[in-house]
T-cell receptor
Framework: SQTIHQWPATLVQPVGSPLSLECTVE??????LYWYRQAAGRGLQLLFY??????ISSEVPQNLSASRPQDRQFILSSKKLLLSDSGFYLC??????????????FGSGTRLTVV | AQSVTQLGSHVSVSEGALVLLRCNYS??????LFWYVQYPNQGLQLLLK??????LVKGINDFEAEFKKSETSFHLTKPSAHMSDAAEYFC??????????FGTGTRLTVIP
């Protein structure tokens, strides 16, 4: 069966420090991968998605970047964190070329607090 | 254009009472619709999904939703609320492999 792992679960970082959040998927090949952010009191915002290694689409211009160095690995990064980067970050996957009736499967999330 | 509207950002019900969370959608193509639940500091878990096979969809934990094309709605219901149902619920619409649109969520509070 397919599983998605996301870490760390919580992170407290000072303003101006770098960020690296990692997400990996097991049990499937060539997944579509997604990074979402959920800010306090706000809905889910799609940040990036990837349909293959090295292929990244950015949905919202911001202080963050994403990379996909391996088929089932998706990394969210920042060179210098801002206070506004605080939030709950969720990784998700869906089958490549799958029907749009599949939905996405989400990881357990990372709570990032920038201080 | 595709969109999802969840009516009521907060809903409170008494334990044992009916749960009704409202979702309306707009889509130019046949929609696939989902309800997800999120418990505090956790990821989203799929409750149920509509994929055009049947208009009344049953999900986990006795939740169900009915697709009504004429009303462009996909409301979520549960006959009897339990304390463990307290969470945030998201309605979502998918129109393509990378096009999943979420509503803004409804926080359900269950009063003992």
């Amino acid at each position: 069966s397919q599983t998605i792992h996301q870490w760390p679960a919580t992170l407290v970082q000072p303003v101006g420090s770098p960020l690296s959040l990692e997400c990996t998927v097991e049990g499937t090949s060539n997944p579509n991968l997604y990074w979402y952010r959920q800010a306090a009191g706000r809905g889910l915002q799609l940040l990036f998605y990837s349909v293959g290694i090295g292929q990244i689409s950015s949905e919202v211009p911001q202080n963050l970047s994403a990379s996909r160095p391996q088929d089932r690995q998706f990394i969210l990064s920042s060179k210098k964190l801002l206070l506004s980067d605080s939030g709950f970050y969720l990784c998700a996957w869906s089958p490549m070329g799958g029907e749009p009736n599949y939905g996405y499967t989400f990881g357990s999330g990372t709570r990032l607090t920038v201080v | 254009a595709q969109s999802v509207t969840q009516l009521g950002s907060h809903v409170s019900v008494s334990e044992g009472a009916l749960v009704l969370l409202r979702c309306n959608y707009s889509s130019s193509v046949p929609p696939y619709l989902f309800w997800y639940v999120q418990y505090p500091n956790q990821g989203l878990q799929l409750l149920l999904k509509y994929t055009s096979a049947a208009t009344l969809v049953k999900g986990i934990n006795d939740f169900e939703a009915e697709f009504k094309k004429s009303e462009t709605s996909f409301h979520l219901t549960k006959p009897s609320a339990h304390m463990s149902d307290a969470a945030e619920y998201f309605c979502a619409l998918q129109t393509g492999a990378n096009n999943l649109f979420f509503g803004t969520g409804t926080r359900l509070t269950v009063i003992p």
